[in-house]
Nanobody
Framework: QVQLVESGGGLVQAGGSLRLSCAASGSGFSINAGGWYRQVPGKQRELVAIITSGGGTNYSESVKGRFTVSRDFRVNTVYLQMNSLKPEDTGVYYC??????????????WGQGTQVTVSS
């Protein structure tokens, strides 16, 4: 069984930066693709950034130019670098990864979420 551990969230002033990490632990597990979502109370969870199996990236219009998604196969980790943070970036950030155990079909897994709060 795979476990996704998110870290890096916290309280930051507007204009600051945070780096979120999503580390997958599990014997024989390997990350393929990943995405980051955020949820604000009273609103639907929205897609923030994607990194595809081929390494391509895509971002929501609101974060384009400020956020960068990346991955490190050596440690089975997906990252979200967030710069020039704004109060509207506040929310709970969830990672979702597509990965596989050897000799088994790939599946999607969710992280537990990490709180990001940006003050004015």
């Amino acid at each position: 069984q795979v476990q996704l551990v998110e870290s890096g969230g916290g309280l930051v002033q507007a204009g600051g930066s945070l780096r979120l990490s999503c580390a997958a632990s599990g014997s024989g597990f390997s990350i393929n693709a990943g995405g980051w979502y955020r949820q604000v109370p009273g609103k639907q969870r929205e897609l923030v950034a994607i990194i595809t199996s081929g390494g391509g990236t895509n971002y929501s219009e609101s974060v384009k130019g400020r956020f960068t998604v990346s991955r490190d196969f050596r440690v089975n980790t997906v990252y979200l670098q967030m710069n020039s943070l704004k109060p509207e970036d506040t929310g709970v950030y969830y990672c979702n990864v597509n990965g596989r155990f050897y000799f088994r079909p790939p599946q999607d897994y969710w992280g537990q979420g990490t709180q990001v709060t940006v003050s004015s």
